[in-house]
């Protein structure tokens, strides 16, 4: 007997994110109303993993390639399984959030949106995507 009933499958992406402090502050990335997503949402630095890449290396990684910094002293500050149910994009998020401080580098513009230095309380909880907002309150 075969089986008619199409199974559903979900994806794992894997990314890191790195939050930087500098100074009591912060770095945040207001992210464009043009982007797929995330649009308008504040969020740290970050992306998905290449292959064979470690999640530390990962993060290090986005930094430099999105904000041109690097940090020190760095830790995990929270791993997250977003479980998503969209029937559209079935897709489940590995997160792993690193903070790090401030060691180096000149902030670099990016069409992904605007970053900006801010203290946590300026932070808009209703932009924070649901796992960032988890994380930092």
């Known amino acids: 007997m075969t089986d008619t009933t199409q199974k559903k499958i979900q994806e794992l992406v894997v990314c ?27 969020h740290p630095p970050g992306g998905k993993l290449e292959k064979n890449e470690d999640a530390l290396s990962g993060a290090k990684r986005e930094l430099m390639e999105e904000a041109g910094l690097t940090v020190k002293h760095i830790r995990l500050g929270a791993t997250i399984l977003e479980v998503v149910p969209h029937k ?23 069409d992904e949106g605007e970053f900006v230095w801010l203290i946590p309380e300026e932070i808009p909880d209703q932009m924070l995507y649901p796992s960032v907002r988890e994380t930092i309150s």
Do not use: C, Q
């Open 16 to 42: 890191a994110n790195m939050f930087v402090l500098k100074d009591g502050k912060v770095l945040m990335l207001k992210r464009s109303p043009h982007r797929a997503f995330a649009a308008n949402f504040v």
């Open 88 to 110: 559209e994009l079935p897709v489940n998020w590995l997160i792993y959030h690193f903070v790090g401080d401030y060691a180096s580098g000149d902030l670099l513009t990016t």
